[in-house]
Structures are given as C-alpha cells and as structure tokens.
C-alpha cells in the first residue's frame, strides 16, 4: 500500500500569506495526486487533480505541483474563505489513501 | 446536477449489522466508478472500498475487508454499502463518492450518513 505523508498537521496563518502544504508517497505515482478541501463539517472539495489540474471554479491563488514522491499545494494569497483543512490523496491505486489533513487556521 | 444522497445510518450496537445507500441522479450511473470514504469524529478521511462502473471489481481497504460489502443497483442508480461485525471504531460518517475516471479523482460526495457504534 502506499504511504502518505502530509505536512504540516496544522499551520497558522494570515490574510496575503502564502502557504505551502507538502505531500510525500512511500513510493512514486506518475501524477496520480489530488488535493481536496475540505470546510466546518462538509464533504470534501476536489480542488486540484493529477498533480496541478486546478477543477472548474477553484480560484487560480491555489496551485498544485511535484512529481515522483514529492508533491505541494500552495495558496499564493490567503483569503478569509481559504481556512479549512487540506487534504492530499494518491489515486494510483486502490488503497486509495488519503494524507493525514493539514488545517489551515 | 450530480446528486448522492446517503441513508440508512444510526445507533447500532457492537456486533451489529446496518446497510449504507446512497441514491444518486444527474449523471450515467452505469459508467462511473464508485468509493465509499469515512470519517471519524475529529479524525481525518479513509478510503474504505470502491466497486467498477459494471459491479465486477471491487477493492476494500484492509480494516473492513470481510466485513463490509459494497454493492450497486444499476435499476436503481444506488450504491450500497453492507456493514457487519460493526466496531466502535466504525464510528464515523460514511461518505459515498464518485469517481470521475478522467480526473482519477474524486469529484462528487454526498452530504453522509453517520454511523454510531455503541452499546
């Protein structure tokens, strides 16, 4: 099964920031990577696809990126609708695991 | 639009069975893939099973393999999901998700259906 790593758990930060979410496989995955957001008990979001493939309506301050075991999720200027906990997930194969979810406060 | 709607979740004691349904409406159903996902209370998202667009491959995650079954009526555009032997730890809200096979992704979940294990 592959193994995800997701970092940080939590991250404080402010309105403008730039933020930098990392995700790291046990093994490699060609560009099976998606993030996900997910907001004050609702479902999760499908954010960016396949690495960096932002999805229709997700404003262009979030960006995906990385390759092999390596891969990031960066919001280039926090706004107020941005708090909420990330979630990184491979989709190479089944298990279909997910990282351990970075909030965002 | 893509719709999944969960149902069927509630207090069940250790031991116990319950079947998860999830109706869905606003897209082919017989050509996607299908997952169920939980969480936990204050914990984070597991992928628990999927089952093919045509019902003939399904995978399950270690911690219910033998006990959880996933299914799919394609007369009835519904997923479900079999849940037996239930555990405390089975606690959490049970998420059913589409799969969009171009994406590799998982673009649609329904709302959830909670499922509490307690004695």
């Known amino acids: 099964d592959i193994q995800m790593t997701q970092s940080p758990s939590s991250l404080s930060a402010s309105v403008g920031d730039r933020v930098t979410i990392t995700c790291r496989t046990s093994?490699?995955?060609?560009?099976?990577l998606n993030w996900y957001q997910q907001k004050g008990g609702k479902a999760p979001k499908l954010l960016i696809s396949?690495?960096?493939t932002l999805q229709g309506g997700v404003p262009s301050r979030f960006s995906g990126s990385g390759s092999g075991t390596d891969f990031t999720l960066t919001i280039s200027r926090l706004q107020p609708e941005d708090f909420a906990t990330y979630y990184c997930?491979?989709?190479?194969?089944?298990?279909?695991?997910f990282g351990q979810g970075t909030k965002l406060e | 639009q893509v719709q999944l709607v969960e149902s069927g979740g509630g207090v069940v004691q250790p031991g116990r069975s319950l079947r998860l349904s999830c109706a869905t409406s606003?897209?082919?159903?017989?050509?996607?893939?299908l997952h169920w996902v939980r969480q936990a209370p204050g914990k984070g998202l597991e992928w628990l099973a999927l089952i093919s667009f045509d019902g003939t491959n399904k995978k399950y995650a270690e911690s219910v393999k033998g006990r959880f079954t996933i299914s799919r009526d394609t007369s009835e555009s519904t997923l479900y999901l079999q849940l037996n032997s239930l555990r405390p730890d089975d606690t959490a809200l049970y998420y059913c998700v589409r799969e969009e096979h171009t994406l590799y992704a998982f673009d649609s979940w329904g709302q959830g259906a909670l499922v509490t294990v307690s004695s």
């Open positions: 606003g897209f082919p159903f017989s050509q996607y893939t």
């Open positions: 997930q491979q989709s190479y194969g089944p298990p279909y695991t």
């Open positions: 396949s690495v960096s």
């Open positions: 093994q490699s995955i060609p560009y099976n």
